[in-house]
Antibody, heavy 122, light 107 residues
Framework: QVRLVESGGGLVKPGGSLRLSCEAS????????MSWVRQAPGKGLEWVSY????????NYADSVKGRFTISRDNAKNSLYLQIHSLRAEDTAVYYC???????????????WGQGTLVTVSS | DIQMTQSPSSLSASVGDRVTITCRAS??????LNWYQQKPGTAPKLLIYAASSLQSGVPSRFSGSGSGTDFTLTISSLQPEDFATYYC?????????FGPGTKVDIK
């Protein structure tokens, strides 16, 4: 079955850096776009970034552009999010999600991991 | 960028009620609209994609409709396990904005 497992979250000081990982199993990872979505405590969902299957296409939300870098290693079935210059407002649970694309359906996120919590505090 | 709004932001309903949640996009997004359900402490779950297609395994009491800028998610007969927060999300561009959510709780 499809499984996505995030790791790498933790407590970090403002201005610090962190690398989140998402290990995928149960499907052909190299055939799927992937995305990161975050959720601040008590708040709604915020899409963060996506990466195409070959890493050719990447996009970021304006709120993280220039500070976050998404990448993937298809040989390791893994997705990453490198986060720099962390701010208090980056405190959130970070989810990785598998994207499905269809010509008539566009993209949707059909499987999600359990999330990893990033807390930015001094 | 495309902005998404939802109404209401919260509602109280009883088991068996018909519930309708509305999502509006700031510009036309064709039918590129998805709905997710999230229960406290858990990851979101895909319910509906492309405005009206039911994700595999999702009960048929959930349905979606709309195109352009206005969309609805309907739960035909609310069940105890449906009390949750519901989010819409567009995929018209690769800036996949979510709506602010609608919390459905027990009356």
């Amino acid at each position: 079955q499809v499984r996505l497992v995030e790791s790498g979250g933790g407590l970090v000081k403002p201005g610090g850096s962190l690398r989140l990982s998402c290990e995928a199993s149960g499907f052909t990872f190299s055939e799927h776009y992937m995305s990161w979505v975050r959720q601040a405590p008590g708040k709604g969902l915020e899409w963060v970034s996506y990466i195409s299957s070959s890493s050719r296409y990447i996009n970021y939300a304006d709120s993280v552009k220039g500070r976050f870098t998404i990448s993937r290693d298809n040989a390791k079935n893994s997705l990453y999010l490198q986060i720099h210059s962390l701010r208090a407002e980056d405190t959130a649970v970070y989810y990785c999600a598998r994207a499905v694309f269809g010509v008539t359906t566009s993209y949707y996120f059909d499987y999600w991991g359990q999330g990893t919590l990033v807390t930015v505090s001094s | 960028d495309i902005q998404m709004t939802q109404s209401p932001s919260s509602l109280s309903a009883s088991v068996g009620d018909r519930v309708t949640i509305t999502c509006r996009a700031s510009q036309s997004i064709s039918s590129y609209l998805n709905w997710y359900q999230q229960k406290p402490g858990t990851a979101p779950k895909l319910l509906i994609y492309a405005a009206s297609s039911l994700q595999s395994g999702v009960p048929s009491r959930f349905s979606g409709s709309g195109s352009g800028t206005d969309f609805t998610l309907t739960i035909s007969s609310l069940q105890p396990e449906d009390f949750a927060t519901y989010y819409c999300q567009h995929s018209y561009s690769t800036l996949f904005t979510f709506g602010p959510g609608t919390k459905v709780d027990i009356k």
